[in-house]
């Protein structure tokens, strides 16, 4: 195994609780980056060991990620080799039990890994997080046989994972899903669609919800099916704006036979599962958006002090000055606002749910208008896709409707004020 530096790394714990190489940490006092201005420094109020593993994974994003980013969104390329590197470095169940292979994180730890992976490549890293997402869920709700089967493969990568909620007739009202699993003996046999499913057809493992009861909520569970599951089939792979480092394809079920084994907790338990686990999910990609709005940040400073217009740099354009500090201003507040909601989400507050929807509705918008104004800042350098701002203007834009449209985030947070 290599560190992220591409030298030898020396005898960790892996898998496991995350540690890094001395050799890898920062002198007291330094910042993470040279050109970083501390106002906007993502390691602000960070314990050195947040310190530690959120330089590892900056490191590995300079690295391994963002000179193949353009490439990997170009060619359409599904990064595999890339992911079980990182992988080597316990981001692949950063937040599942060391027992089957993860590496123990908190929630907010999480959130530090992911929106420095993001600034390399935020398809890449969003694909990542669903993917985490799926093995917390295994781990979580399924029993130790199930969790022992399926998490080491997943924490390593050596497998990788699609979540299957979204179908074509329900998005936003997931409660509604059609997708049917009917009990026979000690199997199920599972007839439906899946619409817009990240990994689909590349991944390994998908986690399903299905109902095997009534309609509503009450009548939904949780399966686990393997590919090559006879009757499982995945449609044509989606041509998108972004997020094209990751396939996304619908998942087809014709009389596929399950398990009942496969199932994860109690029947009817899945939409409870589902929504759990997005919670988690929405703190995941909003931190993904923070990655991408730091980067493009970074991006528009440094174009603002090269270019030149009317025989001097952008930069010494008080308006442009003025929407800099505007785009830095709203990355801090949108990161403060995640982080806030991992601290909620890992301690078990009453009111995670909330600030999590909260959390993802500010900063996936704020983030996505940070990047946008980035490419403006560009002029028409930042349309050319030479010029990496408009690849995270693409990549962010969609994480104003997946793991949850914004509209139903303020749907989640009306319901809890007026109801409280």
């Not at 399903?208 to 995945?234: A, H, N, Q, W």
């Not at 998942?251 to 009942?260: G, K, Q, W």
């Not at 985030?409 to 109801?419: E, F, G, S, Y």
């Amino acid at each position: 195994r290599r560190s992220a530096h591409g030298r030898p790394a020396p005898a960790m714990a892996w898998p496991g609780a995350l540690r890094v190489p001395a050799r890898l940490l920062l002198p007291a006092g330094r910042r993470l980056r040279r050109g970083i201005a501390s106002c906007i420094d993502p390691s602000t109020g960070l314990t050195e060991e947040q310190k530690e593993f959120q330089k590892v994974a900056l490191d590995f994003a300079a690295k391994e990620m963002a000179p193949h980013m353009a490439e990997w969104d170009e060619k359409e390329i599904f990064p595999v080799e890339t992911m079980r590197k990182a992988a080597q470095l316990g981001f692949g169940g950063i937040y599942v039990k060391p027992d089957v292979g993860g590496s123990g994180l908190s929630r907010l730890d999480t959130s530090i890994i992911f929106e420095a992976l993001s600034t390399g490549c935020t398809s890449t890293t969003a694909y990542m997080s669903i993917h985490n997402m799926c093995v917390w869920m295994i781990d979580t709700f399924g029993n130790e046989e199930q969790r022992r089967r399926f998490c080491p493969s997943l924490c390593s990568m050596e497998k990788f994972a699609s979540y299957c909620l979204t179908e074509p007739g329900s998005g936003s009202d997931a409660a509604s899903l059609l997708t049917s699993a009917q009990r026979k003996g000690d199997t199920y046999v599972l007839n439906g669609s899946k619409a817009f499913i990240s990994g689909g057809g590349d991944t390994d493992v998908y986690v399903v919800m299905c109902r095997t009861g009534g309609p509503g909520p009450k009548g939904i569970s949780c399966l686990v099916l393997e590919k090559g599951t006879p009757g499982l089939s995945f449609g044509k792979k989606e041509k998108k704006v972004g997020w094209n480092s990751q396939p996304t394809r619908a998942v087809i079920f014709e009389d596929c036979v399950v398990p009942v084994g496969n199932r994860l907790g109690a029947e009817g338990q899945g939409f409870s599962i589902a929504m759990k686990g997005l919670n988690g999910g929405r703190i995941n990609i909003a931190s993904c958006s923070l990655g991408a709005a730091h980067a493009s940040v970074l991006l528009a400073q440094e174009h603002l002090t090269v270019r030149k217009q009317f025989g001097e740099p952008l930069a010494n354009n008080q308006y442009l000055q003025f929407r800099l500090a505007e785009m830095a201003t709203r990355l801090v507040a949108a990161r403060l606002m995640v982080r806030n909601a991992a601290r909620a989400l890992q301690e078990g507050r009453e009111d995670a749910a909330v600030l999590c929807s909260m959390a993802k509705l500010f900063a996936t918008d704020e983030c996505f208008a940070i990047c946008n104004q980035a490419l403006q800042m560009h002029g028409g350098y930042g349309y050319l896709k030479d010029y990496a701002v408009q690849q995270f203007v693409r990549d962010i834009r969609v994480h104003q409707i997946l793991e949850g449209t914004n509209e139903v985030m303020r749907m989640i947070v009306a319901r809890n004020l007026l109801q409280g």
